[in-house]
């Protein structure tokens, strides 16, 4: 027995049966991905599911448990005569295929290395859900009795005439948000009232209901196509409860567009839903239907945007994309091609070769890992910012400052983690010294010139051109155009009427009083003879307020007589736009053009109607809505560049005169984006457009070819900040940003 075992020792490890056999249980698909045929394997067990080259797959059905290396090597060789392997090649195979659970040991001993490597995977998937907590993903259960009991009724959905169905009710919702931009934005709700409470409340239920729908989406649209759902959980999106369904079963299908249709399943449904909405809140009063319909909106317009339908973002959008170019995998090949290129040309480690690796188009896959790399940053800050937002008038603001921070810690520790296997792994050449050496230099002048070189940042602001020193003359009270003395363009002295108006009511209201302090004045001198010293104070106190009404109507009625403040030329104020033909009809005062247009002729203009300007010289000024982050970074005497929006390829030049106290609260039309500006604004009840942000007035007056202005010009004033390094400037944005309170 002993001689038996010492001659089984001797016998070389590539002579040695291998102790593996392939699973009995395991389902195997031939799918073609560009022209190439791959093995795709279902671990029914775990539902996991494996793509194998034609080696890995011949390998794993060679393994009987009976066969040494070579034995294996040299069939698959009769096999796969145009693949040259090695002995080292078929031990890798091997070993992966067991690392995969694709085989299973006949050597006794086995369960409790498969206990630790259960317990390993386990601790693996708990790390990586607490590693992203804006993203947890928890346990699910089997849902494939609850498909196959609710598909009947929404087979439908999924049929030609269906499909085609919907795509017209999205782009008739379309259509109509195109048609109706300006009405539909004006009757948006403000940031802090659309996610202020109760809302945030409905928002956050209504995130839970479409993304459960969403992938309830999934799941039957595998089912249409013969597939199989096991796993379906709780996901918390934002710490919003939503659905997650897993349709890896998917992989399964020869056919690549029913992959593709499976993956765009959820959206499908969510832009159905999203054109619903639509028609339900242009079609509903102020209520709680029109507030969740605009929720609904929102949330599937969002999502499916930011989220599901982008490729960059591991998402419905990805496995569309990774379906489409027939490329499984995407996302981890172009992070690895990533790292090996870092690996070579900075550290000097070149990778070892592998088959699954694209040989071609590795640019793009690298240029693809970097741009979901760079999304991932920016999904964060956005996120986190948003949250901020939404809490910072609970004072709970620190809520998103955390994640931020934690989001952010756990980016740049998988970055070290990353660097820290590059370097770990084995491998026989050492590193490149002078590639390193280089790294590090580089690395050595971005962080020097982040932080030590000063650049100039400059910011740009929204303006419109005005006289210089202008008065803006404004009616004081409310009167029917009477007659116009002026035309603009034409020169008036200090004093000069301008247009005199009429008011027949409070004229008659006028002489009503008047009648009534004779009356009063009677009951004085009558109460003075009979001596009645009471009622004589009660009289005079009623006369005394008699004259003061009197005296405020007189000063009003002195006031339709609209006066030049100063001496100058006439400047016409903004034109008003054309009211719908139903209020010409139902209202013979209303007016539209200036009110200094002839068809104006009595015309009712309400207090603080803008009547016209008076320009005391030949000069102009440029009124700058500049943000309050930037304020204080203007000087008086500061130069300015202007540009206009009608002559883009000249630049004049400016100096700020001016800057205001107090912010704005209202802007002219014309500098608002509803009218082509870039200025976001609000139309009040009064038709005036009110800013959303806080900003300043700053005038700049312009001395260079005034001949060629002309008032309610508009264009864009680019002006110098200051002079800081990149560090500064990225530490300046995060304090105007973030409002840290200790």
């Known amino acids: 027995m002993l001689h038996h075992a010492a001659q089984s020792t001797m016998v070389p490890s590539t002579q040695r049966p291998i102790p593996l056999i392939a699973r009995p249980d395991l389902v195997f698909k031939r799918i073609e991905y560009l022209g190439v045929g791959y093995w795709v394997v279902k671990e029914p067990v775990g539902l996991k599911y494996y793509r194998l080259q034609p080696e890995q797959y011949h390998c794993l059905m060679l393994l009987d448990g009976k066969r040494n290396l070579e034995q294996l090597r040299d069939e698959l060789l009769r096999r796969l005569p145009t693949i040259r392997l090695q002995l080292s090649d078929i031990q890798q195979l091997v070993t992966d295929l067991h690392e995969k659970g694709l085989v299973y040991s006949v050597r006794p001993g086995q369960g409790e290395a498969l206990l630790k490597k259960r317990e390993k995977e386990r601790a693996k998937r708990l790390w990586e859900t607490l590693r992203s907590l804006l993203y947890l993903r928890l346990p699910g259960w089997d849902p494939e009795r609850t498909l196959t009991a609710i598909y009947p009724f929404f087979r439908w959905m999924f049929a030609p005439w269906a499909v085609g169905l919907t795509i017209l009710t999205v782009l008739g919702a379309w259509v109509l948000l195109a048609v109706n ?8 709700p403000e940031f802090q009232s659309f996610f202020g409470w109760p809302n945030l409340l409905y928002l956050w239920l209504t995130l839970a209901v479409c993304k459960i729908i969403h992938e309830f989406g999934h799941g039957l649209a595998c089912k249409h196509f013969g597939g199989e759902c096991h796993e379906m959980g709780v996901l918390l999106l934002v710490f919003s409860p939503c659905l997650y369904c897993d349709v890896t079963d998917s992989w399964m299908m020869k056919n690549k567009w029913h992959r593709i249709a499976i993956g765009g399943a959820g959206m499908y449904i969510e832009v159905l839903l999203s054109a619903i909405a639509v028609f339900v809140w242009w079609n509903t009063n102020q209520g709680l239907i029109h507030n969740l319909a605009l929720n609904v909106f929102f949330v599937t ?28 995998n995407l996302r981890p090949k172009a992070d690895r091609l990533l790292r090996e290129t870092f690996a070579w040309y900075c550290l000097g480690i070149e990778s070892k070769p592998d088959p699954f690796m694209p040989e071609t188009g590795r640019f793009w896959f690298g240029l693809f890992a970097v741009s979901a790399w760079l999304y991932r940053w920016v999904i964060v800050a956005s996120i986190s910012v948003f949250l901020y937002t939404v ?109 005199e108006l009429q008011n027949p009511e409070m004229q008659d209201e006028l002489e009503r009083m008047k009648a009534e302090r004779r009356v009063q004045q009677v009951e004085v001198e009558l109460f003075k003879a009979v001596g009645d010293q009471s009622s004589l104070a009660v009289a005079q106190e009623r006369l005394r307020t008699l004259e003061e009404q009197i005296a405020e109507y007189e000063r009003q009625l ?43 002729r009595s015309a009712l203009l309400e207090p603080r109607t803008h009547i016209c300007s008076i320009a005391p010289d030949d000069r102009f000024q440029a009124i700058l809505l500049v943000d309050q982050a930037d ?106 940003t973030f409002l840290f309170r200790l």
């Open 301 to 328: 317009t969002i999502t499916t945007v930011i989220f599901n339908a982008n490729p960059l973002m591991r998402f419905d959008g990805y496995y569309m994309l990774a379906d489409f170019l027939e490329i499984p």
């Open 631 to 736: 304020r204080n970074d203007l000087k008086i005497g500061q130069r300015v560049e202007l540009r206009f929006d009608h002559l883009p390829d000249r630049t004049y030049e400016g100096v700020v005169e001016d800057i205001s106290e107090r912010h704005l609260e209202f802007v002219p039309e014309l500098l608002s984006n509803k009218l082509g500006g870039e200025v976001p604004t609000v139309t009040d009840a009064q038709g005036r457009e009110r800013l959303l942000s806080i900003a300043y007035q700053t005038t700049v007056l312009v001395s260079q070819d005034t001949p060629l202005l002309r008032t309610g010009l508009r264009g864009r004033a680019r002006f110098l900040v200051d002079t800081r390094t990149i560090g500064q400037w990225i530490w300046r944005f995060i304090r105007q």
């Open 391 to 499: 809490l910072k008038p609970w004072g709970l603001q620190s809520i998103g400052i955390t994640l931020l921070v934690v989001s952010l810690l756990t980016i740049v520790g998988n970055m070290v983690y990353n660097l820290y296997q590059i370097i770990s792994a084995p491998r026989i050449e050492p590193m490149s010294r002078p590639k390193i050496a280089a790294t590090l230099a580089v690395a050595t002048l971005l962080v020097v010139g982040i932080l030590a070189i000063p650049i100039p940042w400059h910011i740009e602001a929204m303006f419109i051109i005005e006289p210089h020193d202008v008065h803006h003359v404004y009616t004081a009270t409310a009167g029917f155009v009477k007659e116009v003395h002026v035309e603009p363009g034409r020169f008036v002295r200090a004093g000069q009427l301008l247009v």
């Open 181 to 188: 931009f300006h009405q539909f934005r004006s009757q948006l």
């Open 558 to 600: 002195a006031e339709l007589e609209v006066r030049a403040p100063i001496a100058g030329r006439v400047i016409a104020p903004p034109r008003a736009q054309e009211p719908p033909v139903e209020q010409l009809r139902s209202s013979l005062s209303a007016w539209y053009g200036t009110p200094l247009d002839p068809r104006n």
